[in-house]
């Protein structure tokens, strides 16, 4: 490998008083591989290598120079002080019940991250994990937990420093001990407590020494661990000879009968599903029958009181359906519809109130219809609906569910754009919705206008944009074009749902457009809209984007010179994407956590489980989807580049930070314009959940870069409506 020391091009000021912009002299290495056939340049391949020294500098000088463009944003208290106050109200979750005890997670204003509770049936409320108490200084987070069936021990993971490598532990809820743990290489492990409380399914890794160097994050088995037993003598259950990159699924039925494990590829759109009956078999072997092997659709099943199975399955039916059926027989001809699929609406989950007080058992259904919620009541015998819940707005619900031993109440949480989360309830005797908890304190929350737009992508196809703006245009196009951010992610079948985001009530508070585009690739039209965006049909994604940010200038909401795109892990892609496809288009781009090369992405963090939603360069047919947009490789030098944040976070293990160190440097190199190029590193802190003071941090800044791009002046602000 010949290394070039080329250097770099310095900026100068670009007329509106920011400083000149002087970025290091990366080194452009010779690397060139021939990958079927093509003569594919890597030039910043070092920079992959996170404890090279010289990656290390880069770093360091990265940081100097993103400080000294820091210090002339001029609006970061600001951001910083509002982002605070709507972030005051702190959170509640909605009850998990267990005889008579119930768990939830609360967060009280000052809070740094929420705290699990337990309440007795006397009402009494104890803490049990507090993961500030825990680490004061606040690096550790409560990834996931779960009480036995009787409520007695409570299965808990926590993981430090953003790793998201979590540990499982076990307490005794009575008395508060650690009963064992810490049990590692359980990442992203459901828990599956048999009935009497003695053992639990679980999935963890092999040892590192078991597996192929580089495939440590890999390699899964589900097995059956007793409490307090070394886990070392854990029993295997399901996982050998199947792929490195499987993820499984374990859950028993609430009367501890019936054992489902369900293995997809990665993230594929399908899995892979069986049953076993543990009255009729031994836990510790039990007599997996199939429900479904290698049937491209997704599929699940819960089991009633009443004594049927509830298979929902997206099979012959892209926006969801349910069916019944005999436990002991879960054939696909042996099912009846019980929910049919909807025209427009996608079905996201259910609940069963079947208590003995109800006149007769009934079925909550919640839908998304263009990515926005609704709740239907069902007859939980003939699947007959019976009526609607009036939802408090246009909104989302999340982690709706009842009594697991019968009941006539359901919970969930109820947010939208200008709603701070809350928990619903739902009585059947009485038909009431009623808010059962609020967060525990007070926030003024600003009034903003919500319209859902619809414009036409380059093929036609129609592409909804939730359009946010202060509420005296209320739908209607300003007096004169805003200041605006598009944000997007399009991919892995996820729907941008609308919710509570301080962030965005700050920027649109201040006198700016928040528009959020319902991209190809998502769910928010079923798993035909999300494979409209995948593998080789990925270009739609980005064709999606760039006609909602046309229709936005094209309709006067916003000008080029006054737009910034926004996008965070997939949505950095995306950004990264429509970035180096039209850069004439943004006058900035924030992008997050990003996957950039596109022909590397399978050989760090957990890219080798996204092949299946973008393909394989090992593939060459693959290879050239990926060819054909990715970020890093296309970067040309002259070109005039949008001014560029990248927020990445050292302890990423999902995302690896070397690919927005790559796409940064090529970035400094080839643009012929003034604006800067900055990356924004920070330590301890990965993908996914932060303490509340880093997430206000994080946000000032990108707000304070957007602000110093678009022009927009946060001293105007609209009026104030209290929550």
Same mark, same amino acid.
């Given at each position: 490998m010949s290394v070039n020391a080329a250097g770099q091009h310095a900026g100068s000021s670009d007329g509106s008083g920011d400083p000149v912009v002087r970025y290091p002299n990366a080194f452009r290495a010779d690397v060139v591989e021939e990958i079927h056939g093509y003569q594919v340049e890597d030039p910043y391949r070092w920079l992959e290598d996170r404890s090279d020294p010289a990656t290390s500098q880069w770093i360091d000088t990265q940081a100097e120079i993103f400080g000294a463009q820091r210090e002339n944003w001029e609006t970061i208290d600001h951001w910083r002080s509002r982002i605070e106050a709507l972030l005051g109200s702190g959170t509640v979750s909605p009850p998990v019940w267990r005889k008579d005890r119930r768990f939830f997670m609360r967060r009280n204003p000052g809070q740094e991250h929420a705290v699990l509770l337990c309440v007795e049936p006397d009402d009494t409320e104890r803490v049990l994990i507090d993961p500030a108490a825990l680490d004061p200084t606040g690096l550790t987070t409560l990834d996931a937990w779960q009480p036995d069936k009787q409520g007695r021990q409570l299965a808990y993971q926590l993981s430090v420093g953003g790793t998201e490598e979590s540990a499982v532990y076990v307490l005794d809820v009575e008395s508060g001990e650690l009963i064992e743990g810490p049990i590692d290489r359980a990442r992203y492990s459901p828990i599956a407590w048999l009935l009497d409380g003695a053992s639990y399914y679980y999935v963890r890794r092999l040892p590192p020494e078991q597996v192929p160097q580089g495939e440590e994050q890999f390699h899964r088995r589900v097995w059956l661990h007793k409490v307090g037993d070394d886990p070392d003598n854990d029993v295997l259950i399901f996982g050998e000879n199947r792929k490195a990159t499987e993820y499984f699924g374990v859950g028993v039925s609430r009367d501890g009968r019936w054992l489902t494990i369900s293995a997809?590829?990665?993230?594929?759109?399908?899995? &892979?599903?069986?049953?076993?009956?543990? @009255?009729?078999?031994?836990? #510790?072997?039990?007599? /997996?029958?199939?429900?479904?092997?290698?049937? &491209? %659709?997704?599929?699940?099943? $819960?089991?009633?009181?009443? $004594?049927?199975?509830?298979?929902?399955? &997206?099979?012959?039916?892209?926006? $969801?359906?349910?069916?019944?059926a005999d436990p002991l027989d879960l054939r696909v001809e042996a099912r009846q519809d019980l929910i049919r699929e909807r025209t427009n609406s996608v079905l996201e989950g259910y609940a069963i109130l079947d208590g003995d007080e109800l006149e007769r058992p009934i079925m909550l259904v919640s839908w998304t219809t263009h990515a926005v919620a609704e709740v239907t009541i069902h007859d939980l015998a003939t699947g007959e609906q019976i009526g609607e819940l009036e939802l408090p707005g246009i909104g989302t619900i999340g982690g709706m569910s009842g009594h697991p031993d019968g009941g006539h109440e359901a919970w969930f949480i109820y947010t939208d754009h200008a709603t701070i989360p809350r928990v619903m309830k739902f009585d059947a005797l009485t038909g009431d919705l009623t808010v059962a908890a609020y967060p525990p304190g007070f926030v003024a929350v600003p009034r903003i206008s919500a319209t859902m737009k619809v414009c036409r992508s380059k093929d036609g196809t129609e592409v909804r944009l939730m359009l946010l703006e202060p509420i005296e245009f209320d739908g209607r196009p300003p007096p004169a074009p805003l200041p605006a951010v598009l944000y997007g992610y399009g991919g892995f079948g996820v729907s941008m749902a609308p919710s509570y985001s301080p962030s965005i009530l700050s920027w649109v508070e201040a006198g700016g457009v928040y528009a959020i585009a319902c991209l190809r690739g998502g769910n928010e039209e079923g798993e035909w809209w999300h494979r409209d965006g995948m593998l080789a049909k990925k270009q739609n994604v980005f064709d999606d984007f760039i006609s909602c940010a046309e229709w936005l200038i094209d309709n006067r909401w916003t000008t080029p010179d006054q737009l910034v795109i926004s996008g965070g892990s997939n949505g950095g892609l995306l950004v990264g994407a429509v970035m180096t496809q039209r850069p004439d288009l943004f006058a900035g781009v924030h992008c997050s956590a990003p996957l950039l090369d596109m022909l590397r992405y399978e050989y760090s963090g957990l890219g080798a489980t996204w092949n299946v939603e973008y393909g394989? #360069?090992? @593939?060459? @047919?693959?290879?050239?989807?990926?060819?054909? !947009?990715?970020? !890093?490789?296309?970067?040309?030098?002259?070109?005039?580049?949008? #001014?560029?944040?990248?927020?990445?976070?050292?302890?990423?293990?999902?995302? &690896?930070?070397?690919?927005?160190?790559?796409?940064?440097? %090529? /970035?400094?190199?080839?643009?012929?314009?003034? #604006?800067?190029?900055?990356?924004?590193?920070? %330590?301890?802190v990965g993908h996914g959940a932060r303490s509340v003071s880093r997430s206000v941090e994080l946000s000032a800044d990108v707000l304070a870069f957007m602000a110093s791009v678009t022009g927009l002046n946060p001293g105007r602000s609209v009026a104030n409506d209290g929550e």
């Open positions: 997809s590829e990665g993230t594929a759109p399908r899995n &892979d599903l069986w049953v076993a009956d543990l @009255e009729s078999s031994d836990p #510790a072997q039990p007599d /997996l029958l199939a429900v479904q092997v290698g049937v &491209d %659709a997704q599929t699940s099943v $819960g089991f009633g009181r009443d $004594g049927r199975a509830y298979v929902y399955t &997206d099979l012959d039916a892209q926006r $969801g359906r349910i069916c019944v394989s #360069a090992a @593939e060459p @047919e693959q290879f050239e989807w990926l060819r054909s !947009y990715s970020p !890093y490789h296309k970067v040309r030098e002259g070109i005039r580049y949008p #001014a560029t944040l990248f927020t990445v976070f050292d302890q990423d293990t999902r995302v &690896d930070p070397m690919h927005a160190r790559k796409m940064c440097a %090529a /970035l400094q190199f080839a643009t012929a314009a003034q #604006a800067p190029i900055l990356i924004r590193n920070e %330590a301890n």
